[in-house]
């Protein structure tokens, strides 16, 4: 099943995407973490199939798929041919790299990603992204994908300057308000498989600038989860950014930075299609 947050007339819910449009489930519970948390997502599933549908696709906004996560956490560098891309003769990192997301730097499917005044680098990073279903700490490998609501994507914008202004972190490019997206839904473990096989590929006005797949990556799903709960106690609704592929527009020569009326898509096949449209932040 496919789950999305959204918005109507204002006024924020969530729901079911089904063939006939968006069930809304607002009535249910009060959001979409909510009914992760409650462990109600299969019945809601089966209360959903084949009811008819309250909006289409077209009547609503998208919200980011958990709009109120108590933690955004992203890994960087996990892709093999990755750390290979820094030409920096580094041998492949023996723990993952980690940092954290607010809230205010997402925006949802189908909305601007901003493009602030203070830099002209802003880039694109497409991500797959693992939703927390239930609470965990010190969570056995083996056991990992009991905790996994279902997957989703994002876009993780980076100010790649801003990354650059401290020595130990990476924190002021990676929150700039609405630099990056998460959506369009979440797709639940029984419609697809968190620990298969999985592909994801960023497109800028069409253009393929990234294409791998889960097999590259140095650090897998089940142990991220594994690791991220020795220290953090993970909660139903929180989000993992899992890494991206080589070719984010700054490793271009010169770099493909984004700018405004460009297109950025990040495909998972199996979620679907994460499109926002890039315009300038209006100070």
């Known amino acids: 099943m496919k789950f999305l947050s959204f918005e109507h007339n204002g006024i924020p819910s969530f729901g079911a995407a089904t063939d006939a449009g968006v069930v809304d489930l607002g009535k249910r519970y009060t959001d979409l973490r909510s009914a992760i948390r409650a462990g109600e997502l ?3 599933a089966n209360e959903v199939a084949g009811a008819k549908a309250d909006y289409s696709l077209e009547e609503i906004s998208w919200l980011p798929t958990i709009p109120n996560p108590e933690k955004i956490i ?31 730097s997402l925006t949802g499917h189908g909305q601007p990603l901003m493009d602030p005044p203070e830099s002209d680098q802003l880039d694109y990073e497409g991500e797959i992204v693992i939703v927390i279903g239930k609470e965990g700490r010190r969570i056995p490998e083996e056991k990992a994908h009991e905790y996994i609501a279902g997957l989703t994507i994002m876009n993780e914008g980076s100010l790649r300057d801003f990354l650059r202004h401290a020595k130990f972190n990476v924190t002021q490019g990676k929150n700039f308000e609405k630099s990056g997206a998460l959506g369009p839904w979440l797709v639940t473990p029984d419609e697809l498989d968190p620990m298969g096989e999985l592909q994801v590929m960023t497109r800028v006005n069409g253009e393929e600038r990234q294409n791998d797949t889960t097999a590259n990556l140095m650090f897998p799903f089940r142990y991220l989860i594994s690791y991220l709960s020795t220290f953090y106690r993970l909660k139903p609704g929180d989000v993992i950014a899992t890494g991206t ?39």
């Open 42 to 44: 299969e019945n809601l």
């Open 74 to 104: 992203c890994i960087g560098v996990n892709y093999a041919n990755r750390n290979a891309e820094y030409k920096d003769d580094s041998e492949a990192p023996k723990y993952p790299s980690v940092f954290m997301r607010t809230r205010e």
């Open 245 to 283: 592929p080589l070719g984010a527009g700054a490793r271009f020569d010169p770099p493909k930075y984004l700018k405004e009326g460009d297109v950025v898509e990040v495909e998972v096949p199996g979620i679907g299609i994460l499109r926002n449209p890039v315009v300038t932040e209006k100070v």
